[in-house]
Structure formats: C-alpha cells, structure tokens
C-alpha cells in the first residue's frame, strides 16, 4: 500500500483473506505519518477480521525525525493484532536510533507477552542509495536472536531439552541484516555460527 497523500486506501479496503501486507511509504514530506499508517492498519484489520497474514513488509519508511518510544509502540499495536505474522521486513527505511528500540521489543522473556510469536523470518535492510548506516547495538541484536533460537537437539553437557519453555514461540529460522559496520563483532560472528540459523549479514 503506498501513500503519496493525505489520504489513505486503507481506509476503504476490506481484505478478510489477506496474508501479505507491504507498506510503502512513498512522499516523506506528506503529513500523512507512519502513525497515521499504522492506525489505519488496525481499522483495516478491524473491518475485515484477518486473521491469517503471514508476512508485513515496511518499506521507505522514515521514522529517524520521530519519537523511537512513539514509532515502536505503534508497531507494537500492529504486531498485537497480527500474531501469525511469520515474515518481518523492514526496508529502505530511516530507523535512527529505533533500532535498538524495536530489537527490545521482539526479544523474548519468559513470562512476559511475547510479540510475533510465530516469527521465524527477520529481515533489516537499509537503503543502499543512502549514506547511513544501521545504528543498532551488536549485543541487543545477538540478545533478541538469542532469545527466539534454540536447537532442536539435547544439550551434551546437560541432557536438558533445550526447546522446552518456549511458550509456543517458534524458533527464528532466517535473519537479514545489511548493510552493517560491525561484522567482526563477537556477538555477530557468534550468531552466525547457530546450527539451524541461516544468517545473512551483508
């Protein structure tokens, strides 16, 4: 769904079988915000009662000029309403510091509602034509992986199930990344090396 006005198509669809939703943002100086998207989102969802997307894409969003607070809580709206979402993209956007922001919101911790449950597809990928670059912590990254992975096999040195507890979370499958400065980083180069993970950092 594109918006170049300040209008919006969202506001006249019904989509009940709707399972793959990319919005693109097309005129950044258009007064008609992310927050303005997103709220039309959960009408179209509430007008249609979809219950199955699988996939949500944003695209050329610009949310660096914005409260990160404000921008991951709206998304948080989104991804409480579309708890089948198995595929997250985000590209071609300007995230500023929400990053970071939006890593600690997908990671999981037992015993508290967890977002996107079913995700097992990542993707964060920036504009190439721009010249910044992804501003996100090494360590918030590997901890939200960290925390939506684990192997299917028993632990040698323990022999406990390493899957049990999960809260019926399923297990991240595929994370993209780039373009990224730190790919030395230890706590990249460890996330590359979980068996089961494919992970693609450009």
Known sequence: MAHS?????????????LKDLTL??????????F???FRDVIGLQRRSGITNLCSLTLDGIDAGRHSSVDFVDDLKAIFDIFPTIRSFRIRRCELGKTVDHLLRALTFIPGHNVLLPKLADFELVK??????????????????????WWSKETDSRTGI???????????LQRVTLGVIPFKE??????ILELPGLVADFK
């Open 161 to 171: 199930e390493q899957s049990l507890n999960h809260n019926g979370l399923v297990a």
């Open 185 to 190: 980083d230890a706590h990249i180069t460890s």
């Open 127 to 148: 504009d190439t034509k721009k010249s910044f670059i992804l501003k996100l912590t090494p360590m918030i990254l590997s901890r939200m992986i960290l925390s939506r």
């Open 35 to 37: 927050r303005c998207i």
């Open 5 to 17: 006005f300040d209008t919006s198509l969202l506001s006249c669809l019904k989509t009940p079988l």
């Open 24 to 33: 693109h943002w097309v005129c950044r100086q258009s007064a008609y915000g």
